[in-house]
């Protein structure tokens, strides 16, 4: 038993992870703060974002444990190992259980650092641990079937393609639809601050994940002896896995979550504006954005006389009775989000109506951008022909400025005739003053 | 020719083939096993290879490139009397042609999709090679691996995704295209000028 514990001690004082916890670490905040806003700090977004970092980067334990599989053969000293006291599959275990270890203690080091930053700012929730529990579960799970695969294949291959199949196997679950999304970790996701995280399927899915950590140790055991314990070992796993899958599969589509309680926090400018209390942080620079793009629009009918936050963009739009509905987790959700995306998206909700962008619509969106002094980014080409910009085409700026030129009587007198029909996508570059 | 094959097999240059066939070809199995019916799981909605296809098949292919470029005998091999330069550069660049060439047949199983596949292709070997003149050829897979994973995570987040994300950007995009070209060119003369960082001694 000493001369086990002695050879775990040796083993996570040589054992490369030790070089690479830190990087681990890096990666786990880095991808947390692209992912994540620095302004609007979510708890359940933290959290979950915390969970798909482990587990992204646990891919990278994957190669590095399957690297580690191979250390012996690698430097040759395999003949010299057989001559040791201690069976091969211990040192297989000191190596899988020291590799596994260090992956997990980067990871757990930069989620410990996100979430310490998240204690100071988050303003909305309280910090979910079962998504975490499931990104370490992942990150164990991934590093355990690395050295599986460094054992059974050794070779300069084997640790890239391994982390590179662990990350397709860990997504590939999610460009289905349900109920094989239910086998997809990552599909409890968080989606908005009105709802709360479903976190109904983790049970399983740590169950999956527990077996499918059983399996491959079973099968790393395997490549040494092909024993008893070491049969029971890898098909205990594989039952355990399956059954989980079979399960999943069988619990189908999740159905709707009842939203949270919240108390709106309004404010009363040209229009009234009503957000969520979790994003009071960017309530005053929201307030500003859809004042300046909605100042134009006063007395104009159809015009929204008032803004509302609803739980999701699928739910953006301008009602019949003048209510702006928005979403501003969209452009605050990630890192260098803000108001002018804010302004960006509100902006086509106030022209586009139900049919989008054709050619009036994108000359009044663009004017709109450019009296409330938001950068316009410049496409150049039309929308419908592919490309990323979602800004306005080119060919549009002319008119822009042609509209932008005109007296503001005139324009709010036009504006106060042809809004209804703009929105509703009847107007042509013709019927432009 | 000799030579030529000697090095080849040094640099398990037949493995490497067959691996970034293999690669190909089961990624075709696995998109013709779940395009069954109307519904097709590998696509994106123009009916292009899904951004999980486009950026992992190719990083695959890259880092068995990168990983190839492993040599046994370390500085041995340098006091050798002739230039090894051309034979680095013969065998990187057959290798990417026969990656090049499994990928533009696998991307024949979608509708387009290929520009991307070569873009990329040509991006992350680079990256690799580059790479393995600073961590050793056996370890190059671990920065172009980090670094695509996070392009694919924060471009499948973010709505545009931002220039350093460029795997993720569309198949137009001239930037993205001259940042993978650059890399490539920056990667393969790195690998030819000067062997990968590796000691002699070890096995692969």
Not at chain 1, 404 to 417: F, K, N, Q, S, T
Request: proline fraction near 6%; charge should be neutral.
């Amino acid at each position: 038993m000493t001369a086990s514990i002695r050879l775990f001690r040796i083993e996570a004082r040589r054992n490369f992870g030790l070089f690479l916890f830190l990087p681990f670490a890096a990666m786990v905040w880095c991808f947390v703060f692209l992912t994540t806003s620095d302004k609007v700090v979510l708890w359940p977004q933290v959290s979950i974002a915390v969970r798909d970092s482990v587990a992204v980067v646990g891919t990278a334990v994957t190669g590095v444990a399957a690297w580690m599989a191979g250390r012996g053969r690698r430097v040759r000293i395999e003949e010299l190992l057989v001559t040791t006291a201690q069976p091969p599959v211990i040192r297989d275990l000191a190596a899988w259980a020291t590799t596994t270890g260090w992956g997990l203690i980067g990871c757990m080091l930069g989620a410990t650092i996100v979430l310490a930053h998240a204690s100071l700012n988050a303003t909305w929730g309280s910090p979910l641990v079962v998504p975490v529990v499931i990104g370490l579960l992942i990150a164990a799970a991934s590093a355990t079937w690395g050295y599986a695969a460094g054992t059974w294949f050794p070779g300069r291959f084997t640790a890239p393609l391994s982390a590179v199949v662990v990350f397709l196997f860990l997504f590939l679950p999610g460009a289905f639809s349900y109920p094989i999304q239910n086998l997809n970790f990552f599909s409890q996701s968080f989606d908005s601050v009105f709802f709360p995280v479903r976190t109904d399927l983790s049970p399983l899915h740590a169950a999956m994940l527990l077996g499918l950590t059983v399996l491959a140790l079973g099968c790393i055991v395997l490549k040494r002896h092909r024993n008893l314990p070491a049969w029971g070992t890898a098909l205990a796993g594989a039952a355990a896995s399956v059954a989980c899958v079979v399960v999943l599969v069988g619990v189908g589509r999740p159905g709707t979550m009842s939203p949270l309680p919240y108390e709106p926090v309004c404010s009363q400018g040209s229009i009234e504006v009503c957000m969520h209390p979790a994003y009071q942080a960017v309530q005053a620079e929201t307030v500003d954005v859809i004042e300046r793009l909605t100042q134009p629009l006063v007395g104009v009918p159809g015009a929204p006389t008032k803004a509302v936050q609803v739980p999701s963009a699928a739910e953006w739009g301008l009602t019949p009775d003048g209510v702006l509905r928005f979403e501003p987790h969209e452009s605050y959700a990630f890192l260098g989000g803000g108001p002018d995306s804010l302004a960006s998206q509100i902006s086509g909700v106030l022209t586009y109506g139900a049919a989008c962008c054709d050619e009036a619509q994108e000359v009044i969106r663009g004017w709109l951008l450019e009296q409330a002094g938001v950068p316009i980014a410049i496409c150049e080409e039309d929308r419908d022909e592919g490309g990323v910009c979602t800004g306005v085409p080119r060919r549009y700026v002319p008119h822009i400025e042609r509209f932008a030129a005109l007296p503001p009587e005139v324009r709010h007198a036009w504006l106060y005739d042809n809004y209804a029909a703009l929105t509703r996508g009847e107007l042509t570059l013709e019927d432009l003053p | 020719m000799t030579v030529a094959r000697l090095f080849l097999r040094s640099r398990r240059a037949g493995w490497a083939a067959f691996y970034l066939a293999t690669l190909a070809a089961l990624t075709a199995v696995l998109h013709l096993a779940l395009s069954r019916g109307e519904e097709d799981h590998l696509a994106s909605p123009d009916g292009s290879p899904s951004a999980l296809v486009l950026v992992f098949v190719p990083l695959a292919a890259a880092l068995v490139i990168g990983v190839g470029a492993y040599g046994p005998f370390g500085e041995v091999e340098r006091t050798a009397s002739r230039s090894l330069s051309p034979l680095r550069f013969g065998h990187l660049a057959v290798l990417v042609l026969w990656a090049a060439a499994t990928l533009s047949l696998l991307a024949l199983s979608w509708d387009g999709g290929n520009l991307v596949f070569m873009r990329n292709l040509a991006g992350f070997t680079g990256m690799a090679l580059i790479a393995s003149s600073l961590t050793g050829a056996r370890l190059s897979w671990a920065p172009p691996f980090a670094y695509g994973v996070m392009a694919y995570w924060v471009g499948m987040a973010a709505a545009e995704p931002k220039l350093w994300a460029w795997p993720m950007r569309p198949a137009d995009d001239g930037w993205s295209i001259a940042i993978a070209a650059c890399l490539l060119l920056l990667g393969v003369s790195v690998a030819a000028l000067g062997a990968a960082r590796d000691s002699a001694g070890e096995l692969e």
